[in-house]
């Protein structure tokens, strides 16, 4: 090879080589536009891979759920009546998609599956959906027409169905229950808010379907004694309504009501006796918002106050008890008292035996923590405030599992 042509080989190999490491360099280096968004973070137990991070382990501090972009979830509920079986639903902001993950021995993925699913898989057969409720071993869906779907476990109708015993792995319209707003589910029954009226259906042996007696239903029924209502919420066998009478002491004003089993006080009203039929939550009035536990709730008034009532064993409910050690039980609470370390958040969620708040930018959790769920990298209950993680501007919601042991950021 002549001199010359060696020099011109070289070159050329210069050029491309330059070439190459400028398109490296250039394409290595990301555009606002490319930056990753956050995802949907879980903790805490893990068992039935409800973390949704493609694992069945548990995790005490918080992980990434896979293919779940916050901005892209409206809303996250959270099912399973214990660590070994809980799993979640994750509504689509545009499109009303939903997806689910977890145990599925009932069906309640609603996938045509029985397998349990360790990261988000679409529910199919569902139209434009605008909320969702996870229950114990069931999930509901209300589409854009307001009605509601329902699928996995039915051994006491909780399906609304007309039959019982036949789980269902895909979902399926509950017929007779047009122009529903809001659905919730308990650990064996469901609810519907229907122009101010709430129907229920499932089991019914602790009085949570509200209707005067303790019979199960498989098809809805009407709850009885209720004044209009505006807001529903389950906890695992029993229910809570956000009423507004029209006369007596309380007209005019946002009462809480509630029914079914008060083992623990968490009908609210001075009274561990179930009760088959609505009774009003004692001292709170103009309360904005109602959330249920399997076993303790919490409602936000107007003003921001927090108040909170039922089970209270694990310092669920905050209380300030000086005395308190790790070997001495709470007290548990019929009626509701304040809270004021909770006043002013944005949002709330209770869970089986602890609670999550976004407040002040972050993320807190408080109560039982055997699974890890109050996310601080231990399993110590806490009757304090523990903070998890800080809130940025992508952080909308919380959400907890009702009987499980597993916390949600959204």
Known sequence: MSPTVRRTALV??????????????????????????????????????????????????????????????KKVSAGG????????????????????????????????????????????????????AAGGEHALAVDKNGQVYSWGDNSYGQLGNGRTGDNRSVPARVQGMPGVSQIAAGCDF??????????????????????????????????TGLPKVSRIAAGCHHALALTTPEDGENAGKSVVMAWGQNIYGQLGNSSTASSVKPVTVDWIKDVSTIHAGAWHNYAVTSTGEVWGWGHNQYGQ????????????????????VQIPQLKG??????????????????????????????????????????????????????????????????
């Open 12 to 73: 050329r190999l210069m050029t491309v080589a330059a070439t190459a490491a400028t398109v490296t360099m250039t394409t290595a280096v990301p555009s606002p536009a490319d930056e990753i968004q956050p995802t949907l973070t879980s903790w805490g137990a893990g068992t039935a891979g409800q973390l949704g991070t493609g694992s069945s382990a548990g995790s005490p501090t918080p992980v990434d759920i896979n293919g779940l972009l916050r901005g892209d979830v």
């Open 190 to 223: 469901s609810l519907a808010l229907i122009d101010g009226k709430v129907y229920a259906w499932g089991r019914g042996v602790h009085g949570q379907l509200g209707n005067g007696g303790r019979e199960s239903s498989a098809v809805p029924r009407q709850v």
């Open 317 to 336: 409910l905050l209380d300030e008890d000086e005395t308190f050690d790790g070997e001495t039980s709470r007290t548990n609470r019929t009626a509701p």
């Open 81 to 132: 009546t214990s660590s070994e079986n809980g799993f979640a639903l994750a509504l689509a902001n545009s499109g009303g998609t939903v997806r689910a993950w977890g145990h599925n021995a009932s069906g309640q993925l609603g996938n045509s599956t029985h397998a349990t699913q360790k990261a988000p898989v679409k529910v199919p057969g569902l139209p434009p959906v605008e909320d969702i």
């Open 345 to 410: 958040l944005t949002k709330l969620a209770a869970g089986a035996f602890h609670g999550v708040a976004l407040k002040d930018d972050y993320v807190y959790t408080w109560g039982q923590n055997a699974d890890g769920q109050l996310g601080n990298g231990s399993t110590t209950d806490s009757h304090t405030l523990v903070k998890v993680l800080h809130s940025d501007s992508s952080t909308t919601d919380v959400s907890a599992s009702l009987g499980g042991n597993t916390t949600y950021v959204h």
